[in-house]
Antibody
Framework: EVRLLESGGGLVQPGGSLRLSCEASGFTFSKNAMSWVRQAPGKGLEWVSGISFRGGSTYYADSVKGRFTISRDNSKDTVYLQINRLRAEDTAVYYC???????????WGQGTTVTVSS | EIMMTQSPATLSVSPGERVTLSCRTSQNVDSNLAWNQQKPGQAPRLLIYDASTRAAGIPARFSGSGSGTDFTLTIDSLQSEDLAVYYCQHYNEWPYTFGQGTRLEIK
């Protein structure tokens, strides 16, 4: 069974940092690009970041560029999202998703919740 | 960045009816468009990709059409379990942006 399991969310103060993880199973992780998508409370989906299958290319939404860093460790079948200088507007459920051939998101995780508050 | 516009924002429909949801992109994305369904309290899931191809396990009552800048998701004979928010997303170029969603309510 293809699965994505996110972790690392929690309550963080404004200005703090957090690293989210997404562990994959059931498919050849090292051959697939990956993405992070977030959803603020009561809002729609926002694409955040993507990374190529080897990690050599990364992509970001303008709203997070310079504060978010996506990376991956193919030996651990895991993709990460480092979030720095957290703001209240970063409060959201963060979903990890697998890209099919650098195209559509064909598998989604269940999400991890990040809350930024003092 | 390609902007996505979905309409309507909310739609209230009776079971058994046919539903049509619209998605418009600010630039030509060819057929590089997907539809995702998000039921209450759940993660999104892929419904349609390449504008018109159903994902694995998706019922035949769901169909997609369109290319270029105008796309449609049609649900034939709406079921009560189709209560959800539907999002279109392009993957023509980075960033892969989403529409704001159409909320489907069951009468």
């Amino acid at each position: 069974e293809v699965r994505l399991l996110e972790s690392g969310g929690g309550l963080v103060q404004p200005g703090g940092s957090l690293r989210l993880s997404c562990e994959a199973s059931g498919f050849t992780f090292s051959k697939n690009a990956m993405s992070w998508v977030r959803q603020a409370p009561g809002k729609g989906l926002e694409w955040v970041s993507g990374i190529s299958f080897r990690g050599g290319s990364t992509y970001y939404a303008d709203s997070v560029k310079g504060r978010f860093t996506i990376s991956r460790d193919n030996s651990k079948d895991t993709v990460y999202l480092q979030i720095n200088r957290l703001r209240a507007e970063d409060t959201a459920v963060y979903y990890c998703a697998k890209l099919y051939n650098y195209a559509y998101l064909d598998v989604w995780g269940q999400g991890t919740t990040v809350t930024v508050s003092s | 960045e390609i902007m996505m516009t979905q309409s309507p924002a909310t739609l209230s429909v009776s079971p058994g009816e046919r539903v049509t949801l619209s998605c418009r992109t600010s630039q030509n994305v060819d057929s590089n468009l997907a539809w995702n369904q998000q039921k209450p309290g759940q993660a999104p899931r892929l419904l349609i990709y390449d504008a018109s191809t159903r994902a694995a396990g998706i019922p035949a009552r769901f169909s997609g059409s369109g290319s270029g800048t105008d796309f449609t998701l049609t649900i034939d004979s709406l079921q009560s379990e189709d209560l959800a928010v539907y999002y279109c997303q392009h993957y023509n170029e980075w960033p892969y942006t989403f529409g704001q969603g159409t909320r489907l309510e069951i009468k």
